[in-house]
């Protein structure tokens, strides 16, 4: 059976609740560069923004993500690919424009509060965040207390959405990675013996991790090896890919960042363990990792809502318009950060909001007419959300060749 028609197979039944791009709580002090705090931003970090002020009223949408530290590749990818949609959005001279204010929160969920509460004082009527699970979990909270709109483009445990039903994902959530992922080794890699390197500190891991661990028991998968790291240890893998190599692993599950996994792979390198590495929607980015060599990446297979390969005009308008602006080609946070403003205009648009309206009374038409809209993105057609939150919208798998990914 061709890989192609073995990915549908594999993916189709069990990732359509909601797609995946998720991102851990990271870890950090750093106090953020919040672009001058109760002052609106017109223009994304990472880059210049060109771009489209609002002509009239408009409605102040907050950002929050980490801009600096660890993390900054995920949040400055979402932020930049939401200025562009703004800008687009903006470009149009409609009734709905955006005033966007992105603040950095470093991937810490202290600082994460900090950014909400000056986005509140600034007058916030509605969230693009924010973009790590850690920090979001903190936010969310907030966000439901204040009754306040949130749409994260890419926290995607289910703690962000329970029992809030103000806050709604663009991105796949964590169970539903590790069951697709334990469902796709199942049907493409039968007989694997399997190792698992997972951070026990990151919500984002651990949450991958425990759904995967419970749909291979349920399919018969063989796990030989399963260790573990944490935010202070991601320097040093000898001891994990050493247990991998020794118990015969020929299948080596990452649901972990782009920065440890790339590590990984350069030990098991130096080491000459070669065995298929299979990754989630944290490892998009490894290919920009400063220094990397790429090619110890070629044939690692990850699952994404977005490759910035695809041929339609509006990705490939994108893909253009995002490289003119940073230099370089967009990652599927970047295409979570675009829908994410999307998704919030066409919500706008169907609950007849406007400018002049509390953030209370927007959270309240919004949270009515999410499960009633259906939205065409980057990162999936005929997106749709239930009442939990969750997005529901078709998978896509890549693998790592020549450099770039590749839909099979």
Known sequence: MKLSRILSLALAGTLSLSLLAGCGGGNGGDQPANNGNNTPSTSAPGGEGGGNAPTGAAFKLGGIGPLTGGNAIYGNAAMNGAKIAVDEINALGGDIQFDFNPQDDVSDAETSVNAYNSLKDWGMQALVGTVTTGPCISVSAEAFNDRIFALTPSASSTDVINGKDNMFQVCFTDPNQGTGAADYISENLPGSKIAVIYQNDNAYSQGIRDTFVAEAAAKNLEIVSETTFTEDTQNDFSVQIADAQSKGADVVFLPIYYTPASVILTQAKAINYAPTFFGVDGMDGILTVKGFDTSLAEGVMLLTPFSADAEDERTQNFVSTYNSRHGETPNQFAADGYDA???????????????????????????????????????????????????????MAVVIKDGVYVTP
């Not at 909001?353 to 980057?378: F, H, K, N, R, W």
């Not at 997106?383 to 969750?390: E, L, P, Y």
Request: proline residues 7%; hydrophobic residues 45%.
């Open 341 to 395: 403003v999307y998704v919030i205009y066409e919500a706008l648009k169907a609950a007849n909001c406007t400018p002049d309206m509390s953030p209370q009374d927007i959270c309240e038409a919004l949270v009515g007419v999410m499960p009633t809209i259906s939205v065409d993105g980057l990162t999936g057609a005929g997106m749709t959300w239930d009442a939990s939150g969750a997005v529901s919208k078709a998978p």
